[in-house]
């Protein structure tokens, strides 16, 4: 019986997986944001083996949203699914090019439409490099054809304005924001235009990046304590960032820690913060 990969693979696993099941793999990278710079290494210059592409800025984002990185219709997310090749039974892997970034966003997608064998690769298109593994030509096509893969939405995945709206009066709901420190408490400008700076009331700050060790996440042993230090375990959890890309982060580390009840805030900041109605606090 093929092992099945649903949150975490490591670059050792994953090579002993291509040679026994022949996964497809997804790089799920996107341009970078803010003050990051662009990795040395990227798709579609260098890529895993056969790597499919998941283009998280256009094939699976609503076009039409006034928000970036918006959730797409079942529609299409089935089309452009089915367009890799992707079956139900598939095993898929997603990286990115930074190690840890935009590849959670992806995992999270999938098992919002239902797919449950989905893994990120931990430490990314970086942690493969560094571990000596063959590299291979990138390819927006399928090696295998048109995929049968039917997609079951599940709504609890996301959530909105006036679903976070609500979330903010519940004792038993914890809302943790991704974004940086400064960000969060108003210090620092938001990187998109019109775009109010500072945080939810009542809303916890919870940096991506401590989550993380050289790209990859810290075990689960250290996540733990961060997270109980947050929001005990029967407390149910409302994930934001910028454009609902790096939250996913969060809910990835939380499932890890056996958090079950996580939603992510679909708009994030882009909406709350663009939106005067909405209130925000600062400090």
């Not at 996964?23 to 790597?51: C, R, Y």
């Not at 076009?63 to 219709?73: D, E, G, L, Q, V």
């Amino acid at each position: 019986m093929k092992k099945r990969y649903t949150h975490l693979i490591t670059p050792e696993q994953l090579a002993q997986s291509i040679e026994q099941s022949d996964p497809i793999i997804l790089d799920a990278s996107i341009q970078p944001v803010g003050n990051m710079t662009k990795p040395e290494f990227h798709w579609p210059n260098v890529s895993l083996p056969n790597a499919g592409r998941f283009d998280l800025e256009t094939d699976f984002s609503d076009s039409r949203a006034a928000f970036p990185h918006t959730m797409p219709s079942v529609e299409q997310f089935q089309h452009q699914v089915r367009r890799l090749g992707i079956n139900n039974d598939s095993q898929l892997i997603v990286y990115d090019s930074f190690g840890i970034f935009s590849s959670a966003r992806a995992w999270w997608m999938f098992k919002a439409m239902g797919h449950h064998n989905i893994a990120v690769l931990d430490g990314g298109l970086p942690a493969w490099i560094n571990s000596g593994y063959p590299l291979g030509q990138a390819t927006n096509a399928s090696q295998t054809g048109v995929g049968d893969f039917q997609a079951s939405y599940n709504p609890d995945y996301f959530c909105d304005t006036s679903q976070v709206l609500e979330s903010l009066k519940d004792d038993t709901c914890v809302i943790l924001d991704a974004r940086a420190a400064t960000r969060f408490s108003g210090q620092a400008k938001e990187p998109r235009q019109g775009v109010r700076s500072g945080h939810m009331p009542g809303s916890k700050n919870l940096p991506f990046g401590q989550l993380l060790d050289k790209g990859c996440f810290l075990p689960k042993e250290q996540l733990l304590p961060i997270f109980k230090s947050i929001a005990e375990g029967e407390q149910s959890l409302v994930m934001s960032c910028g454009s609902g890309v790096t939250a996913c982060i969060l809910v990835l580390a939380a499932e890890l820690c056996g958090y079950q009840s996580i939603s992510v805030y679909d708009g994030s900041w882009s909406e709350w913060g663009a939106r005067a109605e909405l209130p925000v606090v600062t400090g």
